[in-house]
């Protein structure tokens, strides 16, 4: 695996980590802004909106640049909304802070994950797509809990500070750590990625990655006070529980990482089944510690963890461009859109384990989505060798031209 996918990595763990401080550190910034624990969830909803809509149209404005230049172009972008996440006096500032630092999110993973891509072999694409985002399991294992911890011990503003120089990190291993590719599967040209959108499967494709997320953030999102205000733990044991949520995550990442290239369909359905089952669990065990962990974690096993899974089946519908990947992430966070607006006027309405039913309705909707897959899957004739499906290996495809 080459060294720059691990490089890659690096920046995705610093934006992840950006992304989940706000579920982190809910209660400390609702006192610190003077707003109520739903307004600060919509933070989350509106970092989302802004990866889901202005993600890609960064990405687009970016496209001539050679990506690593494009990178970090990215890395100035969210390094100005992270810092001023950090010295936001209220909560407007903070939302436009949000959006800003969403904005570069999005952008970075449409460029870094094409980039991995670009610099693998076609039939272990999959893998190096695990390998990228294990920077995102890792946000999750260590990032979110360091950054809780700072968050309660030195305050809130102190853990965005911890991210700019986190960033900053990322961004100088990038410039010295990660080579020039030119070219990308796409083409380079605005109208050569657009190309990849005329196919019909590739939109059914992406909804379904909307309900994959979606349905995981849904519990997520509101992990804190779940398991402060339900569950009946301290404050001080979450960092703890979500290290072992993140521990999840990265041991499912790996799994699926591995199966990816080749059960792509199978790893979905299964993924889907088995986190509806520990959503409605947590939803009706919720006040139960131990079992409220044990399902918790199985959310952490099969949620997230389904990105190489959907990456790889996105990118053998459209291609491995960066507009087709940040196009993709969009509609990932179109999830997390859909699980935060929906959970904080749903816990002001039903309580905290509402939004565990949400994510079981969605993940129900995901399964309905992968039906006409599994019908196509079922009665067509095998593939031909060497034709890419969501069960067999991608077919080769020509690699990018690279320089330095």
């Known amino acids: 695996m080459p060294r720059a996918v691990y490089v890659l990595a690096l920046g995705i763990f610093a934006m992840v980590t950006s992304e989940f401080v706000v579920a982190g550190l ?95 072999r076609p039939e272990i694409r999959g893998r190096a797509v695990a390998v990228a985002l294990n920077g995102l399991m890792l946000g999750t294992l260590l990032g979110l809990p360091l950054a809780t911890v700072v968050g309660e011990h030195l305050g809130w503003r102190a853990a965005f500070w911890a991210i700019t120089a986190l960033t900053t990190l990322a961004a100088v291993a990038t410039f010295a750590g990660v080579p020039r590719v030119e070219r990308t599967e796409g083409g380079g040209a605005l109208r050569d990625e657009l190309g990849a959108f005329k196919s019909p499967r590739l939109w059914l494709v992406l909804v379904t990655s909307t309900f994959v997320i979606g349905a995981t953030f849904a519990a997520f999102s509101y992990l804190n006070p779940i398991l402060t205000e339900v569950t009946g ?23 699926v990482g591995r199966l990816a290239d080749r059960y792509t369909l199978p790893v979905l359905v299964t993924g889907l089944l088995l986190n509806f089952g520990f959503l409605t669990g947590f939803a009706l065990v919720a006040d139960l510690p131990v079992a409220a962990v044990a399902m918790m974690l199985g959310i952490g096993l099969v949620g997230v963890t389904m990105n190489p899974a ?95």
């Open 26 to 120: 809910m209660p400390q910034m609702a006192d610190g802004l003077g707003a109520t624990i739903p307004e600060i969830g919509y933070l989350i909803t509106a970092f989302a909106i802004a990866m889901a809509f202005g993600g890609p149209f960064l990405t687009a404005a970016l496209l001539k640049l050679e990506q690593k230049r494009a990178l970090m172009v990215i890395f100035a972008v969210f390094l100005t909304g992270n810092v001023l996440s950090a010295l936001a006096p209220d909560y407007a500032t903070m939302l436009v802070a949000r959006v800003i630092t969403g904005i570069a999110s999005q952008a970075f993973f449409g460029v870094g994950i094409s980039l991995a891509t670009q610099l693998t």
């Open 233 to 255: 733990f301290a404050t001080g044991t979450v960092p703890l529980l979500l290290i072992a949520y993140g521990a999840a995550t990265l041991i499912g990442n790996t799994v």
């Open 310 to 404: 959907m990456i790889t089946r996105v990118q053998r519908a459209g291609n491995t461009g960066p507009l087709v990947n940040s196009v993709h992430s969009s509609f990932i966070t179109g999830g997390i859109i859909i699980a935060t607006s929906v959970g904080g006027p749903a816990i002001d309405a039903y309580g905290l384990r509402a939004p565990l039913w949400i994510g079981a309705g969605l993940a129900v909707l995901g399964l309905l989505s992968l039906l006409p897959d599994l019908l196509r899957r079922g009665t067509a004739a095998p593939a031909a060798a060497g034709t890419p499906t969501d069960t067999g290996a991608a077919a080769p495809v020509r690699e990018p031209a690279r320089v330095g």
